[in-house]
C-alpha cells in the first residue's frame, strides 16, 4: 500500500474523530448533557489522536505521528475504562443518553481500542520508516483538517465556559461563565 493511500486513511480517521467530538457537542450543547471530568479527559485523549492523524496528513507519515496517536488512545482508553467500571457497579446510574444502546464513554473505550489496533495495522502498512518526499495536501485532506481543527477549537471553547480555570466538578449541572455573567 502506498504511502497516499495512506495519508487518505489517516484522513478518514481524522474526519471520523472530528464526528465524534461533534456527536460530544450536541449532546452538550444541545441535549444540555455537560461533560463529566473522566469525559473531558477522554475528548482530551480523542484529540491528541486527531493531532497525530492530522501531522500525518499534513507533513507526511511518520512513526512519531502515530506514536503521538497511540499515546493519545491509550489516555483516552484508560480514562473511558474509568468512567465504564464506574457505571457498572450495580444500583450507579449511568451518565448521559445512550446512543445506539451504549452511552458515550463505552463508545469511547471502543473508539479507542479500535484506534489502538488500526494505528498499529497502519504502522505495519507503511512502506517506510522515513517519510517519502512529501507532495502536498489534497482538496479532501485540507477540508478535513479544517473540520477537525474547528472542532477542536469549539470542544476548548465549551470546556473553558463550563469550567472556567477551575476543575470541573464531579457531576456538573451548569456553565461555569454563564453563572458568572449571570450574577
Known sequence: MNNTSLQNIN?????????????????????NELPCPLCLLQRV???FVMYGLFLNIKHGLSLKHYGIALLGAVFGGIASLRQ???HVIP??????????GFHFYTWAFILFGATIIIISLLMI???SE??????GISNFNNVVGLIAMIS??????ATFIECGP???PDNPESYWLIDLLSS
Request: proline letters at 4%; charged letters at 5%.
Open 152 to 157: 477542536i477549537f469549539v470542544t476548548l471553547i
Open 45 to 47: 485523549g480523542f484529540c
Open 11 to 31: 484522513a478518514l480517521g481524522l474526519l471520523g474523530l472530528s464526528v465524534v467530538l461533534i456527536v460530544a457537542l450536541v449532546l452538550q450543547l444541545v441535549w
Open 166 to 168: 477551575f476543575q470541573c
Open 91 to 100: 444500583g450507579t446510574p449511568p451518565y448521559g443518553s445512550a446512543i445506539f
Open 130 to 135: 522515513v517519510q517519502e518526499s512529501f507532495k
Open 125 to 127: 502498512l507503511q512502506n
Open 84 to 86: 465504564v467500571s464506574l
